[in-house]
């Protein structure tokens, strides 16, 4: 049987992640307000794992986005589908990622892509490469973990 997957990416704002990667994917930020509504009215959890995010509770340490046409769970609005998941931790990054997210816009694309994502503030971190007819240029999110933009 296939295994189901998500990515999780160790971070130290997991809310600016999840803004920045919804908007550089076309994803949607997860809302877990309602099932933590739940959770807290029965006493199940307590207000100090929670954040104020966007004017609703979320989770203080972890954030996700999910890709908005994949199946998700209703009752906590997790995808089913392609999702990243971002969760705090306590030590910052400090070498090149060992796992990195390409994004395929097309080559006539590359160009306009990464100015798109310096504005979200993603920043480009070389010249565009060109290697067996791909192309792309390396970027690193907020948190400087890289990510390519690719043909």
């Known amino acids: 049987m296939p295994v189901h997957f998500k990515i999780v990416i160790d971070c130290a704002d997991p809310h600016r992640l999840a803004a920045f990667w919804a908007e550089a994917m076309d994803y949607r930020v997860e809302d877990h307000s309602p099932f933590i509504a739940g959770l807290l009215a029965k006493g199940i959890i307590t207000a100090d794992l929670l954040t104020e995010v966007d004017g609703h ?35 910052p990054k400090t070498v090149k990622n060992r796992l990195h997210l390409d994004l395929h ?22 010249d565009r490469f060109n290697e067996n007819g791909a192309e792309w240029i390396v970027m690193g999110d907020p948190e400087g973990n890289e990510f390519c933009v690719h043909s």
């Open 105 to 126: 816009v097309g080559a006539d694309q590359i160009d306009s892509e990464v100015k798109r994502l310096e504005a979200l503030g993603g920043t480009r971190l070389s």
């Open 57 to 91: 509770h979320a989770w203080k340490t972890l954030a996700a986005v999910r890709n908005p046409d994949d199946p998700f769970d209703s009752t906590t609005d997790a995808g089913q589908g392609m999702r990243l998941l971002f969760q705090q931790v306590p030590e």
